[in-house]
């Protein structure tokens, strides 16, 4: 038996990654099959079970690894030493909503999320574990915002939960709004005042506010 070296081993998982993305956006997660993701990208079924347990790891990896290119301006936002945590976030989010239509790898990924992801029947449980990540998205931008308060860019009684849910919604509903139809909404062209739009209700909206006690 070959034994294969640690560089063939992450190529032939990025090929499989890359595969999973063709067919999932081709057929949809739930009708999508392990054998239709080896046929696409030329390897056994075994050679996925050696990366991956099931269907449902094959996604979550896919949606981490289309992560990775946002992480580095989310960090940066994150860190308690940036000078000026709400302008990473404005880079952040622009960039975000832009590449969900300049690369077309970004831009299939977030059309099988939004439009090709059924959560019911065998998918039951990637609903959880999406809700995992949308926490762990929720506790990041949650640090964001205090640091931006620390740093007087934000107002000090913000109502950070309620923020952080206000933003997902904005983002998430921008970016599947131009994913449907993008003749109406063309996010490459309006991400900046979208999101100069965001941030300035974030620093004046009084219904963004913590409500004194009575």
């Known amino acids: 038996m070959v034994r294969r070296t640690k560089a063939e081993a992450l190529q032939t ?22 054998k239709d993701i080896a046929s696409e990208a030329g390897v056994t079924r075994g050679a996925i079970y050696w990366h991956f347990k099931n269907k449902h790891d094959v996604f979550m990896a896919m949606v ?31 960039y975000l909503l832009q590449q969900a239509v300049r690369d077309p790898a970004q831009r299939r990924l977030f059309e099988i999320m939004f439009q090709k992801c059924e959560f019911s029947g065998e998918n039951a449980d990637l609903l959880d574990r999406q809700r995992d990540a949308c926490r762990d998205s929720s506790a990041r931008l949650a640090r964001t915002f205090r640091n931006a308060m620390a740093r007087g860019q934000l107002p000090n009684d913000l109502d950070v939960v309620k923020s952080v849910t206000w933003l997902h919604s904005q983002l998430t509903g921008a970016l599947m709004y131009g994913l449907l139809d993008p003749q109406v909404l063309d996010l490459e062209q309006a991400a900046t005042d ?12 009084p219904s963004l506010r913590n409500t004194p006690a009575q």
């Open 13 to 34: 998982r990025a090929q499989i990654l890359d595969a999973a993305e063709q067919v999932f956006h081709r057929k949809g997660v739930l009708s999508a099959s392990l």
């Open 64 to 94: 981490d690894r289309g992560r990775l290119p946002f992480d580095s301006l989310a960090e940066r936002a994150e860190d308690a030493s940036e000078l000026d945590p709400l302008g990473r976030l404005h880079d952040f989010m622009v």
């Open 194 to 205: 979208f999101v100069d739009t965001c941030l300035f209700a974030l620093q004046h909206s």
